[in-house]
């Protein structure tokens, strides 16, 4: 079945830089466009990023534009999103999702002094 499993959440300081994975598995990865999700305490899910299967096409949010940067790896099937000049609204529980409507459990990313 199809897995998903972020990692590289943490405390960070404004300003800071993290990056997070999602390891996917259970279904040809290299096909598939991939995306990453966030959700605030309180707030709605929303999308952060999407890169299509070959990596060719990549959207942003408006705002995480020129801050945060997503990529794949086709070979160990993994994405990625370094995340930069992080803000303390950016804290939230960070999700990869597949346009199969699979979710990943999240990883809590938290931006504060």
């Known amino acids: 079945q199809v897995q998903l499993v972020e990692s590289g959440g943490g405390l960070v300081q404004p300003g800071g830089s993290l990056t997070l994975s999602c390891a996917a598995s259970g279904f040809t990865f290299r096909n598939y466009a991939m995306n990453w999700f966030r959700q605030a305490p309180g707030k709605e899910r929303e999308f952060v990023a999407r890169i299509t299967a070959g990596g060719s096409n990549i959207r942003y949010a408006d705002s995480v534009k020129g801050r945060f940067t997503v990529s794949r790896d086709n070979v160990n099937n993994t994405i990625y999103l370094q995340m930069n000049s992080l803000k303390p609204e950016d804290t939230a529980v960070y999700y990869c999702?597949?346009?199969?409507?699979?979710w990943g459990k999240g990883t809590l990313v938290t931006v504060s002094s």
């Open positions: 999702n597949t346009d199969m409507g699979n």
